[in-house]
């Protein structure tokens, strides 16, 4: 009797409370479903609610005739109170297992399509099995009080029984579970959906536990001992229905009704319209007609209420926002918007316009946690005064390059390697006349390094009549301008040239990665293995403690294809980063960001003076990546599942062809044809 009371208060006022909790928190944070579900299932919740009211009568009577009925009648009264609940769980069963797989209703609109859908039949043998195991934890629990030794034995045992079996039963109707999803979602929750792992994990982890606590408790133990193990395994028991709670949940995501209604409330068959017109227009109720600005971070704030905060909240207890996003820039944000549902499929696409993006982009990071994008306190150096060149009467002209492309300085080596070589500096000097004349003997080229001063002599490479040094990373570091001279063989100076080393200590990973925005640091390398082995599943931090340093070219060579099919360093950067850095003009100058300002203060000399960026000679982000993945071959899953990004229906993949990094280089006969102008 003492149990039935505690049930009572524990199911009907408890849950009670809770039940109008759960209708008024759904309301709030996805009316649109709320509603479509009640529409759906009319009938459906009005046949629950009828058991309900049923199971609330039984219940009381049950309680209120202890030692008033007869043995016969008030075990019959439990009994309709059982079939009353179970038939409750049999129709809400059929309404939340059609969220996840709403099967044909998808094509027909059928009520019975809908609700015994392709998970109804295992989702309510395992919910049946699992309140059974719940019922067994409660007896145990209850047990556990007896003063009669006798009794409290004997009810033990028979509790564990009716946790065990139903526990084994449970484990077997979870494999049916799995296995009716489709391949497509079985493959998201099971495989893609990192956030899903530690619930898999808990999941796993508790059934050894209740089956352990279970033989345990089935022997005789002292009251002293048995009553907290048997409350640590009834809080097991409710965190074994969290974490199938979490993984149903989760494996809905991006979708409130799988494949029919994203969580934002957006219908899946709206999506792209909401893209081109904005999600403002599309709401009758916010308070900013038009971005600019001075609208631009109260649009921000309106755009998270309509899309953010069904699943984030501003600085609260479950998914805040603010610690999630707490190394990104406005730019970086920005990014990630463009493209957060490729890498992380449990996130719908945004939906909204450019303007919109960036709104969201400055709110979440500026108004959220006060982060802006911060300009550099370096100085770019330069090249302002070309060395002096006489074209009527020198006799000689000098020619000096970089090759190896640009240089990004790192101050995260510790935790990092890229893999950086020594820079080659290369030099020829050619005499001018009519028949030009590569001169290579009886010369000697020489550098000096400014700022700093440092100086060097070029050697002859090969027989091709080139010049070649290089300089440590160190050495750039110090100096970014180098004064090339061509000396005779009396050593007077016949020809000079000045070169601009290519190089950075700004790249643009902190955008997303966090650093001090300055540089390439120890946080934006520890950040970005976070990421690595969360999106990966790798363990580079455990890697970093035991070996002191991350080497990426150890399984992203550049030098061929990877190892065990991994993708070539730059395949696998450009590929990666390519969801988040399509149809942007400036993708290139985001990371590239060079030394100054702006962004675009890598970019210097003729060609930008004329008007032509990074995407004029290496194509855009989508053509840069496609080349670098198709290299790859064909049957390399990763770099197919990164060339999906692009589109099925792009016709990228087929005219670009495969490109391997530092050997097929851009060529200036691209523009300029026979050496002439450019074309």
């Not at 009371?5 to 944070?29: Q, S, Y």
């Not at 009381?60 to 009648?73: E, G, K």
């Not at 000697?444 to 040094?469: I, N």
Request: proline residues 4%; aromatic residues 10%; contains cysteine.
């Amino acid at each position: 009797k003492k149990h039935t009371k505690f049930f009572l208060l524990l199911t009907m006022v408890f849950g009670g409370i809770t039940g109008v909790g759960l209708w008024f928190t759904i309301a709030l944070l996805n009316p649109a479903a709320t509603s479509k579900l009640i529409h759906i299932f009319v009938f459906g919740w009005a046949t629950e609610w009828v058991f309900f009211v049923i199971e609330i009568v039984a219940l009381f009577i049950y309680y209120y005739t202890f030692d008033r009925m007869n043995s016969r009648d008030h075990v019959i009264i439990g009994w309709i109170y059982f079939g009353a609940a179970w038939m409750s769980l049999f129709i809400i069963n059929g309404i939340i297992d059609f969220m996840l797989t709403p099967g044909e209703w998808l094509q027909n609109g059928d009520f019975w399509s809908g609700f015994f859908n392709p998970t109804f039949w295992p989702a309510l043998f395992f919910r049946t099995f699992l309140a059974l195991l719940i019922a067994g934890l409660f007896g145990i629990f209850t047990a556990t009080f007896s003063k009669d030794e006798r009794m409290r034995v004997t009810m033990l045992r028979y509790s564990g029984m009716w946790l065990i079996i139903p526990l084994l039963l449970l484990i077997v109707s979870a494999w049916w579970y799995k296995n009716a999803l489709p391949p497509e979602l079985k493959t998201l929750i099971f495989q893609e959906m990192a956030d899903l792992r530690l619930y898999f994990t808990g999941f796993a982890l508790v059934s050894v536990l209740l089956v352990l606590g279970g033989l345990i408790l089935a022997v005789r133990m002292p009251t002293v001992l048995s009553r907290p193990v048997a409350f640590v395994m009834l809080f097991l028991g409710l965190c074994y229905i969290g974490a199938f709670e979490f993984i149903r949940e989760g494996g809905r995501k991006p979708y409130i009704i799988y494949d029919y209604m994203y969580s934002t409330s957006i219908l899946k068959r709206d999506m792209e319209r909401v893209k081109k017109e904005g999600i403002l227009k599309q709401t009758n109720w916010v308070g900013v007609d038009e971005i600019n600005d001075r609208t631009r971070i109260a649009a921000g704030r309106e755009i998270f209420n309509l899309l953010c905060l069904p699943c984030h909240s501003l600085g609260g207890p479950i998914n805040d926002i603010v610690s999630m996003t707490k190394g990104y820039t406005p730019l970086g944000m920005e990014a990630y918007l463009s493209g957060m549902e490729i890498h992380h499929p449990e996130m719908p696409p945004f939906a909204g316009t450019a303007k919109e993006r960036s709104a969201l982009a400055h709110f979440i990071s500026l108004q959220a946690q006060t982060k802006a994008d911060k300009p550099s306190t370096q100085q770019p150096v330069m090249v302002t005064e070309p060395a002096a060149f006489d074209i009527e009467n020198d006799e000689y002209v000098l020619l000096g390059w970089s090759s190896g492309g640009g240089l990004g300085l790192s101050d995260g080596d510790q935790t990092i390697s890229l893999g950086l070589s020594p820079k080659i500096l290369q030099a020829q000097l050619i005499g001018r006349g009519e028949t030009p004349e590569i001169i290579s003997e009886s010369v000697s080229v020489h550098y000096r390094m400014q700022p700093g001063g440092m100086e060097g002599v070029f050697e002859p490479a090969g027989e091709s009549g080139l010049f070649q040094t290089s300089l440590s990373i160190e050495a750039v570091r110090r100096g970014g301008v180098v004064d090339i001279e061509a000396h005779g063989e009396s050593g007077e100076v016949i020809a000079k040239t000045t070169l601009q080393v290519p190089s950075a200590n700004r790249m643009g990973c902190f955008n997303c990665h966090g650093g001090d925005q300055t540089s390439f640091n120890q946080q934006t390398a520890k950040d970005i293995l976070e990421a690595h082995d969360s999106i990966s599943r790798t363990d580079l931090r455990g890697l970093v403690k035991s070996k002191g340093q991350v080497q990426c070219q150890q399984c992203h060579s550049d030098t061929g294809k990877g190892n065990d099919g991994r993708l070539t360093l730059s395949a696998a950067i450009h590929g990666f980063h390519l969801a988040y850095f399509r149809d942007r003009q400036d993708a290139c100058t985001v990371c590239h960001m060079g030394e100054g300002e702006k962004p675009k203060d890598c970019l210097r000399g003729i060609h930008r003076q004329v008007g032509l960026d990074c995407s004029s000679c290496h194509g855009t982000m989508e053509e840069h990546s496609v080349s670098l993945l198709k290299a790859a071959g064909e049957n390399n899953k990763r770099a197919g599942k990164l060339l999906a990004i692009v589109g099925k229906s792009s016709d990228l993949v087929d005219r670009i062809q495969a490109r391997r990094p530092w050997v097929n280089q851009p060529d200036c006969l691209s523009c300029h044809l026979d050496f002439d102008e450019p074309q």
